[in-house]
């Protein structure tokens, strides 16, 4: 699979909802919008010339330099990444997807950013949801149990965010 | 004075038990770590398990924002203490896919045995445990007595017995010592005819077959879409290990190396002749192909590491340095996966230019093959629960991050 045609197809197919490619990257990417992912995704595991049947792993990142200096010098505005690594039982190529959230929905601190859940596409992104949504702070929406996984289910906060603090205390056990 | 009962269902209705919610953990024998598992029953049958984790949380990926590459190897150590040494390459192999940098031939060779020797150990562990928590206890002596002969080894190379930080990015921290590969293949003539006995005592025990032959089925398609890998996936029948169909910077390390991948093709396994038939009991995808997928892949890393000591011997040059402390990364974002003892390690690293990376993630197999665990387990008995659970040879340090 060729990278620039793939995405002319891809764009050709979804239209506007394809935002974006990388190819430079060691790992070439394609950036999908939010509202576009569901729909892709589910093309991207039907397809058969495509297949992506296995989801490796979902991961985010959060971009947000919390030092001041070095916040001018960024390259980029703050705002959060959620990655997808596909990969395909019959054909064995890979692919990685990319969608760009706001760190904060609606620029209102405390608000968590959303985004659909692909769980009903592979079962195994009910889990790795989970664990972005308890890390990273992503609201998966239509998830069929959004809860925390590593964390205990009163813990504040989302340890994976640049600008997370630690609790100084958790029921009586000191943190800092 | 005596009742007669017109509908028999109301007897039934009667004597029906209630459903109950059972804890099992979070310290059990059966799981390497703490793992809670909260089973909903209805008398002995089980009608939803649902895991917990993250008792250990020992913030491996916050850790690794903060440190230098070379500085989080030991970070891996400590996430499959059981297979150390594999964990340790795949974030080697992670950080010098970012830098573009390729060990030398001899290196590659030192990391091929290393490697296979760390699967045998881990499997070792893995089926002996997996006995341990079906009743059988010898097993488990003998497994472990064997994994402390590739301890011995591996302290003679490295000077740790658990947590190795042996293979790091570069290369390795120390050439094999002068004698190592003797006594590696001394070790392995007296390992291989073993094997046998741990067939007699598990493989073909009947208790054994009972307690494993048709339990916990995954289907190829459940396989794939829970994302499980390593001897799970394979023990589904699915054609797929990363160390033939994985990223080339992977492949290449095995370049050359004669090996088939183990996993059932038309009800048979690679040179299946040579090993114990499989029972008519046994359904693909069950605990016990699981198991048996295991034991193959022993028989099969002990071939690959004799193939590695023929060419460590041969291979000319350095076996390659570790790299600076603190080497800059070059901007960009890199994933890789290896094929660990328990499955499909990936490391995904994202470096904005600086000594450290912005963002580092373990996505671990265990955790995908537990979150399995649920649905395999629905309408099954108590006693199955860790049948299936071992046999999906978790260790929980993976799990958390």
């Known amino acids: 699979m060729s990278g620039q045609a793939f995405v002319d197809q891809l764009k050709q197919k979804f239209g506007d909802n394809i935002t974006g490619s990388n190819f430079e990257n060691i790992d070439p990417w394609i950036e999908v919008s939010p509202d576009g992912l569901v729909e892709l995704c589910q093309y991207l595991r039907d397809e058969p010339s495509l297949a992506f049947d296995y989801l490796n792993s979902i991961t985010a990142v959060d971009y947000l330099h919390i030092d001041e200096k070095k916040a001018k010098k960024a390259t980029w505005e703050p705002h959060t990444e959620v990655v997808y690594h596909l990969f395909s039982m019959q054909h064995k190529h890979s692919l990685v997807l990319k969608v760009t959230l706001p760190r904060w929905k609606d620029d209102t601190p405390g608000e968590l950013p959303e985004l659909a859940s692909v769980s009903h596409i592979w079962s195994t992104a009910d889990w790795h949801e989970r664990e972005i949504y308890d890390l990273s702070g992503v609201h998966f929406t239509d998830h069929p149990n959004l809860r925390r996984i590593l964390c205990p289910e009163d813990w504040v906060g989302h340890p994976m965010r640049k600008d997370y603090e630690m609790p100084l205390e958790y029921h009586g056990i000191r943190g800092r | 004075m005596s009742t007669t009962v017109d509908d028999p269902r109301e007897i039934e209705f009667d004597v029906r038990t209630d459903e109950m919610l059972v804890n099992m953990g979070p310290q059990h024998p059966s799981t390497h770590g703490v793992l809670r598992l909260v089973l909903r029953t209805d008398g002995e049958i089980v009608s939803e398990v649902t895991p917990h984790m993250g008792y250990l949380h ?122 190592w590969l003797e006594k590696c293949e001394d070790f392995l003539t007296q390992f291989e005819p073993m094997i046998a006995e741990y067939h007699t005592l598990l493989t073909t025990n009947s208790i054994f077959i009972k307690r494993t032959a048709g339990i916990g089925v995954m289907s190829r398609e459940m396989a794939i879409d829970y994302g499980t890998s390593g001897a799970v996936l394979r023990g589904s029948g699915i054609d797929h290990d990363l160390r033939r169909d994985g990223e080339e910077i992977y492949t290449a390390m095995y370049d050359g190396y004669a090996f088939e991948v183990i996993s059932q093709q038309d009800g048979h396994y690679p040179k299946d002749h040579e090993y114990p038939p499989i029972p008519q009991e046994a359904i693909l995808g069950d605990c016990w192909h699981r198991f048996y997928v295991r034991m193959l892949e022993v028989i099969q890393a002990i071939d690959l590491v004799r193939q590695g000591i023929e060419r460590y011997r041969t291979a000319e040059g350095d076996y390659g340095e570790p790299m600076k402390l603190t080497t800059k990364l070059p901007k960009g974002e890199v994933y890789l996966e290896t094929e660990c003892p328990r499955g499909q390690m990936g490391f995904y690293l994202v470096s904005e230019g600086d000594s450290i990376p912005w963002r580092l993630r373990a996505r671990s197999s265990c955790f995908c093959n537990l979150s399995v665990v649920s649905e395999l387990s629905r309408g099954c008995l108590i006693a199955d629960i860790p049948a299936i659970v071992g046999s999906l040879d978790i260790v929980m340090g993976e799990i958390d991050r």
């Not at chain 2, 491996?60 to 230098?68: H, Q, Y």
């Not at chain 2, 031939?105 to 760390?118: D, T």
């Not at chain 2, 080894?153 to 004698?179: N, V």
């Open chain 2, 58 to 179: 020992r913030c491996a990926e916050k850790i690794g924002e903060n440190l230098t590459p070379r500085q989080w190897v030991p970070y891996t150590d400590r996430m499959d203490y059981l297979a150390a040494m594999n964990m340790n390459l795949g974030w080697a192999l992670t950080v010098e896919k970012l830098l573009k940098y390729e060990p030398p031939e001899k290196g590659r060779h030192l990391r091929v045995i290393i490697a296979e020797m760390g699967r045998i150990a881990s499997h070792l562990v893995g089926m002996g445990t997996y006995g341990l928590d079906l009743g059988s206890f010898s097993p488990f002596l003998y497994a472990f007595r064997e994994r402390e002969k590739i301890l011995d080894l591996f302290e003679e190379a490295c000077g740790a017995r658990l947590t190795y930080s042996y293979i790091t990015p570069g290369g390795a921290t120390a050439d094999l010592p002068a004698g």
